[in-house]
């Protein structure tokens, strides 16, 4: 018991002090990680009767959105580029989108959604607003537009590495 109590005491003496709001902050970066994970679970659910996953249905709406090469949709995406390729051979070998020569750069391919890619995601997206309408319908679009604000915000410091992680 002695040596149970001692440990504890350490772990506490190593543990670094937070300010109110670095607990705060902890714990928000806490839930928005569960929330990806139930989001991202939830995506595969609404993709999956068009054979996809959250993952190839992000790559194939930033097919549509307009001529990106692989690597400007794993940014945009924010995924690493190997990934995102991954992903793009294999929705090409389904017929689900296509290579196209960029007049940018001559290695970087642009992605583009076959008629096939447009009609599965046109599913995925009429079953994603009635999901989307129903849970929004929980919240007020003031709550929901600060939420995402302050989410946003965050982003943002963590992209231009204003914060410094040690």
């Known amino acids: 018991m002695d040596e149970i109590h001692n440990r ?7 543990r670094p002090e937070r300010t ?13 990680l569960r929330l990806a994970g139930h ?3 939830a995506g595969d659910r609404l993709a999956k009767p068009e054979g996809q996953t959250s993952a190839r249905w992000q790559v194939l709406a930033a ?3 307009s001529d990106m090469s692989v690597a ?10 190997q990934g995102v390729q991954r992903l793009a051979d294999v929705l ?12 940018q750069h001559q290695r970087a391919k642009l992605v583009r959604l076959t ?3 447009a009609a599965r995601l ?7 607003a009635g999901w989307a309408n129903e849970l929004g319908a929980a919240f007020t679009s003031a709550e929901l537009d600060a939420a995402r604000v302050v989410m946003a915000r965050v982003m943002e410091m963590l992209e231009a590495d204003e914060v410094p992680v040690d």
């Open 20 to 32: 109110m709001e670095g607990d705060v902050f902890s714990s928000f970066a806490i839930t928005a």
């Open 115 to 117: 008629a096939e890619g």
């Open 63 to 65: 097919a549509r959105r």
């Open 92 to 103: 090409e070998r389904e017929g689900l989108i296509a290579y196209a020569d960029n007049p």
């Open 72 to 81: 400007q949709i794993a940014r945009a995406l924010g995924l690493a580029r």
């Open 8 to 14: 504890q005491h350490v772990v506490k003496l190593n």
């Open 39 to 41: 989001l991202t679970a």
């Open 122 to 128: 046109g599913a995925i997206e009429i079953a994603q």
